[in-house]
């Protein structure tokens, strides 16, 4: 009976991970596209965070004590900064997992500006 019991747990395992591989190739294929670079916009740039946006998971991606984390809010630490009156930038050249790996390429292409205005058509007033 232990068996079957083992067995059949993880079998809904197995469906649980499998419904969840599919949902989110679902929410993926609702991401809009860049027709130039042919990559899903999933990413926003906050260059004066230096700090991601993902669409697709819903989270944020940041550095803490050198470290990269990801969590659905910022931290504390990040008090202060409203999200809704500064720019970001949308990252359309990157659909990945991991957008901090092009930190320095985004510094470089984005840097900060405590106006929160730039030049390139790659950004958006978060409204």
């Not at 009976?1 to 599919?22: D, H, I, P, R």
């Not at 946006?53 to 900064?81: C, I, S």
């Amino acid at each position: 009976m232990k068996t079957l019991k083992s067995l059949l747990f993880a079998v809904c395992l197995l469906l649980a991970g499998n419904s969840v591989a599919q949902n989110t190739v679902a929410m993926k294929e609702k991401l809009p596209i860049d027709k130039k670079t042919n990559c899903y916009i999933r990413y926003y740039y906050y260059p004066n965070l230096q700090a991601y946006f993902d669409n697709l998971e819903m989270v944020y991606h940041y550095k803490d004590n050198g470290e990269w984390k990801t969590a659905p809010e910022l931290p504390q630490n990040y008090g202060g900064y409203s999200l809704y009156n500064k720019a970001r930038v949308i990252i359309d050249d990157y659909d990945g997992d991991r957008p901090y790996d092009y930190l320095s390429v985004h510094k470089k292409k984005y840097p900060y500006n405590s106006k929160g205005r730039f030049r390139n058509n790659t950004t958006a007033s978060v409204d």
